[in-house]
């Protein structure tokens, strides 16, 4: 859940991004850095739609912020292909795991801007279903290699494992 951040001197106004960790009040021009908002461990600064926004990690949530509008397409064609391989080869085992992956399928449906809290569960289908399309699809493994990457450190991150 995102809670945007009022401003600490009008009290009305939201903050929006200036430059790097730094930010300024829509209503009244007041200036603020990243260490002037304390976050507790399952919080997160995130910028939504312009606006500062304190958004709530759970433990073991990781956090997946796309930076081009066709990676939610791209990771629900992953989520798809994979569910219906899974009809005839065995892509996800457990109940559990299909009913996860079409909840993250979901979830990009109605949200492709991100960012998504995504839990180990939905990171492991997800995995798993990049995996597959990139098994049978090549070409595809070369069209998002940093959204690639950041998914798959976040899955490492999720189950403790440290990433570099």
């Keep these: 859940m995102q809670v945007p951040i009022l401003c600490h ?24 850095t990243e260490s002037t908002f304390p976050v507790q461990s399952d919080e997160q600064l995130v ?3 312009g606006i500062l926004q304190v958004l709530t990690v759970p433990d073991g949530h990781q956090v997946i912020t796309p930076t081009r509008r066709c990676h939610a397409p791209h990771l629900g064609a992953s ?51 990049v995996d597959v399309r990139s098994a049978l699809l090549p070409s595809t493994s070369r ?7 950041e998914i798959r450190a976040a899955y490492l991150r999720s189950r403790g494992a440290p990433t570099a």
């Design 47 to 49: 910028v939504l739609d």
């Design 79 to 129: 989520l798809v292909l994979a569910l219906r391989l899974n009809r005839t080869h065995p892509v996800y085992r457990r109940a559990e795991d299909v009913h996860a992956a079409e909840e993250l399928l979901a979830v990009l449906d109605t949200d492709e801007q991100g960012p998504w809290v995504l839990s180990p569960e939905q990171l492991d289908v997800l995995i798993r279903a």
């Design 9 to 32: 001197i009008c009290h009305g106004g939201r903050y929006e991004p200036r430059d790097t960790g730094s930010y300024v009040c829509r209503s009244c021009g007041n200036r603020a």
């Design 143 to 149: 069209q998002h290699p940093d959204l690639d990457a």
